[in-house]
């Protein structure tokens, strides 16, 4: 088998049972059709399937494609979006960095936030590094749940739930936390605010709605603040940026 093949057997293994039923389905018709391997890179990254259905999903949600799902033969209709949009869905794959700015990792990333608050007894100067959209530097406007207790404000519009694998303690979620400054790092920072960069982060949720739905929250969390979104690499950019904290916090 091919390494284009055997990245797309690869993605429908590691998204059983977690991305929407018939995903992982299509990635294997996708490891086995010639047409398709053709549209990505020899040697592809793993990440690269992920683009391909990012790349549909993208010309369905700007209306440019019928959704292939609700088609009769969701495969042809998705192998004919393939052959009808091919130079932009060649152009997506190999070019643009994955961008799943997913806020539901917050649930995980909180119980740290608090932890550093506690500690150090001072505000928080957040830089995110890989931001793509920046909405993770809001964590402070999500609601929490964990077995122990609740975290932020009860009417926020978005509450986060997850697994414990220990619970956060209930003391820690007492907590106040005060955010001075929100920047990030981006090869390709993303608007999420914006009409264009809420298409391109949405298209890599695909059909599932429940991750859309957060984004469409967190975005609106936001309210008319801005996160700093600073495109480059960010080694390149990290030392100057911590110098300009350091300042800060003195
Ligand atoms: C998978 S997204 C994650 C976004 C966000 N951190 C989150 O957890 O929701 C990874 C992001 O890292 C960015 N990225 C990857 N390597 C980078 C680098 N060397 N310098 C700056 N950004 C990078 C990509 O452009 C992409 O937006």
Redesign the pocket.
């Known amino acids: 088998m091919s390494s284009k093949a055997t990245v797309f057997q690869q993605h429908a293994r590691g998204i059983a049972g977690v991305r929407p039923a018939g995903e992982a389905a299509l990635c294997r018709r996708c490891a086995e059709d010639p047409f398709v391997l053709s549209l990505v890179p020899e040697n592809p990254p793993w990440d690269v399937p992920h683009r391909l259905l990012a790349s549909v999903q993208f010309l369905i949600l700007g209306g440019e494609a019928a959704d292939y799902r609700v088609e009769p033969d969701p495969w042809s209709a998705f192998l004919d979006i393939l052959h009808a949009h091919e130079d932009r869905v060649v152009d997506f794959v190999r070019r643009g ?7 539901q ?1 917050c649930f995980a990333l909180l119980p740290l936030f608090l932890t550093v608050a506690r500690t150090t007894g001072r505000p928080l100067d957040l830089l ?5 959209g920046g ?2 530097l809001f964590w402070d406007r999500y609601r929490y749940r964990y077995r122990e207790g609740t975290w932020g404000d009860r009417d926020a519009g978005l509450a986060l739930t997850g697994e414990e694998a220990a619970p956060v303690p209930g003391a820690l979620l007492t907590e106040e936390v005060r955010v001075v400054r929100r920047r990030g ?6 608007d999420a605010a914006a009409d264009a960069g809420f298409r391109l982060l949405a298209s890599f949720f695909g059909a599932d709605a429940r991750r859309v739905d957060r984004l469409t929250r967190a975005v609106s969390a936001m309210g008319d603040e801005r996160p700093e979104l600073l495109r ?4 390149d950019l990290l030392p100057g940026l911590l110098a300009d904290a350091a300042t800060l916090s003195s």
């Open positions: 960095p994955i961008q799943t700015n997913e806020v990792r995110e590094l890989g931001v793509s909405l993770n790092i981006d090869l390709e920072p993303v480059g690499y960010y080694l």
